[in-house]
């Protein structure tokens, strides 16, 4: 089983940024492609981005291209996401996720994640 700590949120600027980090249990990381979501009050949970067991695939919600950035480690059993130019509209609970690299390929679609941060929360003031 793996289990995931989120950590880095905060409160910060329109146009700051921020690092978050999730550390995961376990000695099979590289086994499990990771993805961030976050869930706004009042709305679902939106996928943001996710990457593959070995970091050579990513994928990024259209609304986060060019901002946000998704990478891991996978020596330390940590995945990552760089948000930058970040927007009010970013405020969200934010989660990662973990997902065995051999099930279903997809990887923006949350309900084929099986492990689950308790979440960090992100506050972008105006």
């Known amino acids: 089983q793996v289990q995931l700590v989120e950590s880095g949120g905060g409160l910060v600027q329109a146009g700051g940024s921020l690092r978050l980090s999730c550390a995961a249990s376990?000695?099979?990381?590289?086994?499990?492609?990771m993805g961030w979501f976050r869930q706004a009050p009042g709305k679902e949970r939106q996928f943001v981005a996710a990457?593959?067991?070995?970091?050579?695939?990513?994928y990024y919600a259209d609304s986060v291209k060019g901002r946000f950035t998704i990478s891991r480690d996978n020596a330390k059993n940590t995945v990552y996401l760089q948000m930058n130019s970040l927007k009010p509209e970013d405020t969200a609970v934010y989660y990662c996720a973990a997902k065995s690299s051999y099930s279903i390929p997809t990887m923006t679609e949350g309900n084929l994640y099986s492990y689950w941060g308790q979440g960090t929360q992100v506050t972008v003031s105006s």
């Open positions: 376990g000695r099979t990381f590289s086994n499990y492609a």
């Open positions: 990457i593959s067991g070995g970091g050579s695939i990513t």
